[in-house]
């Protein structure tokens, strides 16, 4: 008996706009429009973090919270 596996769709990815952390030693990175603040800090160390790019899977924010 065969069973085909039926293929994944692809992925759909794009440049993505994101914070990381400054700390060399902490790898916390967060989308753009997943932040509540306009500049965050680390939620894992407390530091400051900065606006960097990052090519990721699209994902829709469904939040009215973040305002464009």
């Given at each position: 008996m065969y069973?085909?596996?039926k293929q994944?769709?692809?992925v759909?990815?794009?440049e993505t706009s994101i914070w990381t952390c400054e700390n060399?030693?902490?790898s916390c990175w967060m989308r753009d429009?997943?932040?509540f603040e306009q500049?965050?800090?680390c939620p894992i160390c407390d530091s400051p973090m900065i606006?960097?790019?990052k090519v990721?899977?699209?994902v829709e924010n469904m939040s009215s919270l973040k305002e464009a």
């Open positions: 069973f085909s596996k994944a769709e692809p759909q990815e794009k060399e030693n902490c429009n997943f932040v500049t965050p800090t606006q960097n790019t990721l899977p699209v």
